[in-house]
């Protein structure tokens, strides 16, 4: 049976910088994204340049159903997912009250409950086999809470609380688990949160996503259970353990506030 590494939000962003870097590295792929005309230029490209296999399914991965989908259509083909990287989600910005319900709901469901979904369906074939390895990306958002986002903060919070628990489970197998935390970087994730007048992203000096695939992916390699891609990303996140419950929220509303 070949084996595959499976990227959901493959079709930009650090999901395409992953997808490149393991292609590099030789791994067949499975792309799962909503865009297929992205996917299929993706594939093109990276089977042109590299000696490997790109699988490409398009999907809407905030519809409930999605993820039993897309493990019933890799199944078909035969292929084991050794390597899953839970890359899609996205973020909402504003008041909570303010917000649509359906899309803040929309949101809790690709961020967590596909996740969740997905590591379950995979790993019961990783546990069979007795390998693989899970790359879970949540953000520095993950630390504290996050007014003007305030599900976004919470929705990482559970995926890096979960993936820790879950690496812990696995230690007695061959398997891991990593959570990766990047900080501000530089993809379409600003555009569509509608955050271009948050304070955060122009007080912050974003990460390019190739760099920030790079650190996730030999933290992944290297079994590493927390990845917080650059310096000042770690410190941030350091610092907040030493900083009172109730300070945290009131200085992230303060970085989130709009631009004048």
Request: hydrophobic share 40%; charged share 25%.
């Amino acid at each position: 049976m070949e084996k595959y590494t499976l990227i959901t939000g493959a079709s930009g962003g650090i999901g395409l910088e992953l997808a490149k870097i393991f292609a590099k590295n030789n791994n067949n792929l499975v792309l799962v994204a909503r865009s297929f005309d992205k996917l299929k230029e993706i594939k093109k490209d990276l089977e042109s340049k590299y000696n490997i296999k790109v699988k490409i399914i398009s999907r809407d991965l905030s519809n409930p159903n999605s993820p039993k989908e897309v493990y019933n259509e890799i199944k078909q083909k035969n292929i084991f997912i050794n390597i899953l990287v839970n890359n899609a989600g996205y973020a909402t910005f504003g008041k909570f009250y303010d917000l649509d319900i359906e899309k803040e709901l929309n949101m809790i469901q690709l961020n967590v409950v596909t996740l969740v979904h997905l590591t379950k369906l995979f790993l019961d074939d990783m546990i069979k086999y007795n390998e693989g390895k899970i790359l879970n990306v949540a953000s520095t958002a993950a630390f504290q809470p996050g007014p003007l986002m305030a599900n976004y903060y919470a929705s990482k919070a559970y995926v890096l609380s979960f993936s820790e628990a879950l690496n812990e489970e696995l230690k007695d197998r061959n398997i891991s688990i990593s959570a990766l935390c990047p900080g501000a970087t530089s993809t379409g994730f600003v555009k569509r949160a509608n955050m271009e007048k948050s304070k955060l992203f122009h007080a912050l000096k974003p990460m390019h996503p190739q760099k920030v695939a790079e650190i996730a992916y030999n933290g992944l390699m290297n079994k590493k259970q927390v990845i917080i891609p650059g310096f000042r990303n770690k410190l941030l996140a350091f610092s907040i353990r030493f900083t009172p419950r109730k300070i945290g929220p009131k200085m992230v509303m303060n970085l989130q506030k709009e631009m004048n």
